[in-house]
Nanobody, 116 residues
Framework: QVQLVESGGGLVQPGGSLRLSCAGS????????MGWYRQAPGKQRELVAT???????NYADSVKGRFTISRDNAKNTVFLQMNSLNPEDTAVYSC??????????WGQGTQVTVSS
């Protein structure tokens, strides 16, 4: 069974940090791009960051310099280190995987709330 299991969300004060993790099951082969998307209440889902199997990264302008995406190819795992969080970062964060066969998988989402 193909699964993406996310963890690390929660409540944090403005200026704080969180680290999200997303582990893909071993049944997912030939992963090309791993990434994070987020959706805030009443807004469309937006890209946060992606990373290719070769390590090339892409970030939304709103998170550049604050968020860092990384991955462990051997473990099919992607991470998102989020620093200097602000209330505008509050959203459900979802993990996304795209394989070289153009098959796409989504995680169930994890809530990140930034509030004092």
């Amino acid at each position: 069974q193909v699964q993406l299991v996310e963890s690390g969300g929660g409540l944090v004060q403005p200026g704080g940090s969180l680290r999200l993790s997303c582990a893909g099951s071993k049944s997912i082969f030939s992963i090309y791009v791993m990434g994070w998307y987020r959706q805030a209440p009443g807004k469309q889902r937006e890209l946060v960051a992606t990373i290719t199997s070769g390590g090339r990264t892409n970030y939304a302008d709103s998170v550049k310099g604050r968020f860092t995406i990384s991955r462990d190819n051997a473990k099919n795992t992607v991470f998102l280190q989020m620093n200097s969080l602000n209330p505008e970062d509050t959203a459900v964060y979802s993990c996304n995987v795209l394989t070289t066969l153009n098959i796409e998988y989504w995680g169930q989402g994890t809530q990140v709330t930034v509030s004092s």
